[in-house]
Structures are given as C-alpha cells and as structure tokens.
C-alpha cells in the first residue's frame, strides 16, 4: 500500500512540476521573476524525471556510466536550489550582480565538487546511490557536499519564504508562501533523514524520506501555481476586454482611421501579436480619441433621442449615439452646429479599469438589436 501511494505521489510531482513549469511560461515572456520561477520548476522537474527508474536506466545505458542519472538528478536539484536563492535575492531586495555572481559561483562549486567525487564514488554505491559499507569515502563526501548545499538553501528560504509571508498582504499570496515554505521544511527534512541513513542505512526510514520529499516538492508546484493566479486572471481580463472591444474599436476606425497606429489584422490576430498590456492601452486610448472626434458629428439631438430610447446614459444609449455618429461620418456628413459633447468624457470614471469596463459595455451593446433599430430609425441628413 505505501509502495503504490509512494509511486503515485512520484507521477503527481513529476507531472506537476512540468504542469506549473509550463503555466509560467506566458507569463515568463513578459516578466523577469516569472522566468526566474519557471526555470526553477523546469530545473526540478528535470531532475524527477531523471529520478525515474525507466528514465535512469535509459541514461546509464546511454552514457555508458553506472549511476549517473543521480549525478544529473542531483546536480540539477543544486541547480533549482540556486534559483530559489536567486529568487530569495529578488524577493528581499538585494539582486545585484555581485549577488547573482555569488549565487552562481555556489551552484558551480558544488556541482563540480559531486562531479568529482562521483568519479571515484561510482564503484561503491548500492540502492538509491548509497554507500554499501559505513565508512568515510568519495561516495559519503559526494553525499555530504550535496546534502549540505540542500540544507543550507532550504533553511535560508525556508526563512524569507516565511517571512514575506508575514507582510503578504493578499490571502492567496500568503496562502502560496505557506506551501512554498512547507516544501523547504521538507527539504531540510529530507537532508537529515538522507545523512541518517548516509551512517545508519538500516535505518527503516527511506519510505518515510520519499513520501516527505514528495510531499514538499507538491507544495512548492501548489504554491507556484497560486501564486501565479493573479497574473494569470489579469492576463485573462485583459484578453478578454481586448476581444470584447473590437467591434466597438473596428466601427470607430473605420469612420475615423487616423486613430490607430497599426491597420486592422482581424480579431483573433489582434490577439496574438505585441505587447498584451500596450495592446489594451493602446486600443481604448483610439477608442477614445475616435469618440471624442465624432462628438462633433453627432447632433445633440440625436444623443438626447437614444438616451430616451435606450433608458438613460447607459451603456446602451451610447452604442446607439455612436452606430450613428459612425454612420454619418462615413457617410461623409460635416461637423454638426450642436454637437454631441458630453457623448464620452473618460474623466467621469474613476481609474482605467472602469473605463476598460464602461467602453466593454458600450462594445457589447453596439451589436445589439436595440442599436441596430435605433441607427435604422435615424435618418441620414443630407447635407455634407
């Protein structure tokens, strides 16, 4: 029973730790710390996939070397502990270059010191690459160095981590630091049971050490994903109000073209080039401009009708004194003698997530029935 419940908590680590690797990944184009941690769960994750029996077996009989898929799995454990300290580094403030140097320079002497002590260890490993007899040896200092470097990155992140989350002031964040610290507490537990058994390998605890190493490194891919959340539904916010604008935005752009930058490249590919962010500011800085040039063709009148039509100054109301402003500039009708001038006036929201919000309303209602009849009931004036 523990034997499958350890083989299963393995492939849920190994699968998570790809999973939460890969959602980084958008978000790791834009910014620099989600890099950072999407470096570190690919590192891991690399390092539990070598850790696989199939997989070991695989790169030993391709490399022709006896255990050195734990040479790999290990280093690349050191590697990821490297990145948590650089991340630590971003986190309190203090990435520096010299900084960064150091962080590195630890990383590569401890992995050269495994690679090595390796060399001479191979011959007397046994299960799980430790030593068959307790005595002082290349395989004990591969350990010990390895071990060392594990323990020592952990109880320091395991501190900030802890400590951060202190001052975190949203739930979901400090409910992500928590697990991630809960995997460090792992991971320093995981180096004394290791060292344990380095001296004592009769020892029955090696059941115990896997479900906990399992346990941390479950945490830390629970953690990393929450806190990535809140990217995550920005971005899909963002997305989403750039998709719903684009009716408006097309109908405004074709009755005023100088107010884009770039000519249209169709809804869905809109989606898919630049900067998100710029994208967004962009498109309702045009949609703006665009109302505001067509204030001036649109008589007072016809504002006041579609307000009364549509119940107010709803959103609605706007989309039909728009479909008609759009209408008559297309149509090649002049400047108004009454103009529509409170038609839009962004300052009467408070910040730019109300206007994204107002202008998506105004986007959704443009094709509705209630604007399609009102613009039809219209007449076009005639004169130019």
């Not at 539904?233 to 073209?257: G, I, N």
Request: aromatic share 10%; proline share 4%; hydrophobic share 50%.
């Amino acid at each position: 029973m523990i034997a499958g419940l350890l083989t299963t908590l393995e492939v849920a680590t190994v699968v998570g730790l790809w999973t939460a690797g890969l959602i980084r990944v958008p978000s790791a184009i834009r910014s620099r710390r989600a890099r950072l941690w999407a470096a570190t769960l690919f590192l891991e994750a690399l390092s539990m996939t070598f850790a696989q029996p199939a997989i070991g077996r695989w790169v030993n009989a391709f490399t022709g070397i006896p255990n050195v898929e734990s040479l790999l799995k290990h280093g690349l454990t050191a590697l990821f502990d490297a990145a948590i300290l650089h991340i630590m580094l971003v986190v309190v403030g203090r990435d520096s270059r010299l900084n960064r140097r150091r962080v590195l320079i630890s990383a590569l002497v401890t992995v050269t010191a495994m690679t090595i002590l390796f060399g001479f260890a191979t011959s007397s490993a046994g299960m799980y690459f430790l030593p068959k007899t307790v005595s002082f040896s290349p395989l004990i200092s591969y350990w010990l160095v390895y071990l060392s470097y594990v323990c020592a990155i952990s109880a320091i992140a395991m501190w900030v981590f802890w400590r951060y989350n202190l001052r975190a002031g949203s739930r979901l964040l400090r409910i992500s630091l928590k697990l991630i610290t809960v995997c460090f507490v792992a991971g320093i537990a995981y180096a004394v049971l290791r060292t344990v058994l380095l001296f004592h390998p009769e020892t029955p605890i090696v059941e115990a050490m896997r479900l906990i190493m399992y346990t941390g490194l479950l945490a830390f891919v629970a953690g990393s994903i929450l806190s990535a959340y809140p990217d995550y539904a920005q971005t899909a916010r963002s997305y989403r109000a750039l998709w719903t604008l684009y009716p408006l935005w097309r109908a405004v752009y074709e009755a005023v073209p100088h107010i884009a930058l770039i000519r249209p490249r169709g809804r869905v590919r809109e989606l898919a080039f630049g900067s998100l962010n710029l994208r967004l500011y962009r498109r309702v800085i045009e949609i703006r401009d665009g109302l505001i040039t067509l204030r001036d063709y649109l008589p007072a009148s016809v504002l006041d009708r579609a307000r009364a039509y549509a119940g107010g100054r709803s959103a609605e109301a706007t989309a039909c004194s728009v479909a008609v402003a759009c209408r008559l500039k297309v149509r090649g009708a002049g400047p108004c003698a009454d103009p529509a001038t409170d038609l839009f006036d962004g300052d009467e929201l408070p910040d730019r997530a109300a206007e994204i919000e107002w202008l998506c309303e105004v986007s959704r209602a443009y094709g509705s029935a209630t604007v399609r009849e009102f613009t039809a009931s219209e007449p076009v004036p005639a004169h130019t």
